[in-house]
């Protein structure tokens, strides 16, 4: 166990269905992350949230929506998604203060769009 | 801006053979080096980082690094591949002012019995 939680592992979904990915970090972390993985492609960067407070948000499309109701949990809230959505999703999360340390993942959610 | 480059999208070695995945970064500041691997369907995994001191840095699973400053690189290593060490190796950048991560392409490494 990471101390990154991520639920569900697998998600097959319909295109019309609306369905949430969750997160949970046991490390007193103050930073999380969402990353998408697509096969092929580079990890890309989805959203950060600091604090609480998103700090950023990559030109995603409005059919994901993040929330992070506190430090430890971190929500993706998905709708109307395309199949091109199609990918593993991965949460981080680092401790701010220290940049040594890097990110702690957890072990992604795969989600498949029919 | 800061990069990360990971010039080879896969690499094959023998069993038993020495490694070396390459990565080589551009960054304004002092960086702050990484290395994940990442297995099937999981999510990435630490290996090793660079802060300060010592170029060589030694990490989980026989794994190292060396730190070049002037070739801007820092390679990852292991002396003798194992058939598990398959998978897919991603380096990072971090400058000292940002708390975010830049990422490679990352590398499929297959190690052949």
């Known amino acids: 166990e990471t101390g990154v939680t991520q639920t569900p592992r697998h998600l097959v979904m319909g295109m019309t269905n609306k369905k949430s990915l969750k997160c949970e970090q046991h490390?007193?972390?103050?930073?999380m992350y969402w990353y998408k993985q697509s096969a092929k492609k580079p990890l890309e960067l989805m959203f950060v949230?600091?604090?609480?407070?998103?700090?950023e948000n990559n030109s995603v499309p409005s059919r994901f929506s993040p929330e992070c109701p506190n430090s430890s949990h971190l929500f993706l809230h998905l709708h109307t998604l395309q199949p091109e959505d199609s990918a593993l999703y991965l949460c981080?999360?680092?401790?701010?203060?220290?940049?040594?340390?890097?990110?702690?993942f957890g072990s992604g959610t795969r989600l498949t769009v029919v | 801006a800061q990069s990360v480059a990971q010039p080879e999208d896969q690499v094959n070695v023998a069993e038993g053979n020495p490694l070396t995945v390459k990565c080589t970064y551009s960054?304004?500041?002092?960086?702050?080096l990484f290395w994940y691997v990442q297995y099937p369907n999981r999510g990435l995994q630490f290996l090793l980082k660079?802060?300060?001191?010592d170029n060589l840095v030694k990490g989980s699973y026989g794994f190292e690094a060396e730190f070049n400053k002037s070739q801007t690189s820092f390679h990852l290593k292991k002396p003798s591949a194992l058939v598990s060490d398959s998978a897919l190796y991603f380096c990072?950048?971090?400058?000292?002012?940002?708390?975010?991560?830049?990422w490679g392409a990352g590398t499929k490494l297959i190690i052949k019995p």
């Open positions: 949230y600091s604090l609480e407070e998103r700090v």
């Open positions: 960054v304004s500041g002092n960086p702050y």
């Open positions: 490390l007193g972390h103050n930073a």
């Open positions: 660079y802060i300060t001191g």
């Open positions: 990072a950048v971090r400058d000292g002012s940002n708390y975010q991560l830049i």
């Open positions: 981080a999360s680092s401790q701010e203060s220290q940049g040594g340390y890097g990110y702690t």
